[in-house]
C-alpha cells in the first residue's frame, strides 16, 4: 500500500456523484481531524452570495491542510452540511474537481435547516490521513 490514502469505488456501487466509496488509510498513518470551515473570507466577513461561500470554503480547507503540511491528496472523508441546494454542475464541481483533481475523496452531504450562525449556508468538514 502507498503512504498516502487509497480511493476506490466497487465496480458494482454507482456513485451518484464525485465521490469514492472507500478510502483505504494507510498503516501507521496519522489521523486528522479538523472543524468544519465555513465560507468566511480572509478578514471573517460571509459573503451574501452562497457561491462565494463555497469558494471561500474551499480556500480556508486548503490553509488548514496546509497548516499541517497536508494537501487534498491527504483528505480520506469530506461531510457537506449546507442550507440551501447546491448547484453541483455550474459550481460545486468545478471548484471540487479543481481542488481534488479525478480522484475523489469519501463524501457524505446533508441539507440541514440551519448551522451555526445564521448567515453561514455551507460548512465543510475534512478528516485527513499521513503516513
Known amino acids: 500500500m502507498k503512504n498516502r490514502p487509497v480511493r476506490t469505488s466497487p465496480s458494482d456501487v454507482i456513485a451518484v456523484g464525485n465521490y469514492s466509496h472507500v478510502t483505504i488509510v494507510p498503516r501507521n498513518a496519522q489521523l486528522y481531524t479538523f472543524s468544519g470551515q465555513i465560507g468566511a473570507d480572509e478578514s471573517g466577513n460571509l459573503p451574501d452570495d452562497y457561491n462565494k461561500q463555497i469558494e471561500n470554503t474551499f480556500i480556508n480547507i486548503d490553509k488548514v491542510l496546509n497548516s499541517q503540511s497536508l494537501n487534498a491528496d491527504d483528505v480520506i472523508k469530506v461531510n457537506i452540511w449546507a442550507t440551501e441546494e447546491i448547484d453541483w454542475e455550474n459550481v460545486f464541481d468545478p471548484i471540487w474537481d479543481k481542488f481534488f483533481g479525478n480522484t475523489y475523496p469519501s463524501m457524505t452531504i446533508a441539507y440541514v435547516r ?18
Open 114 to 131: 440551519a448551522l451555526g450562525l445564521p448567515e453561514i449556508k455551507i460548512e465543510i468538514e475534512i478528516l485527513a490521513a499521513k503516513v
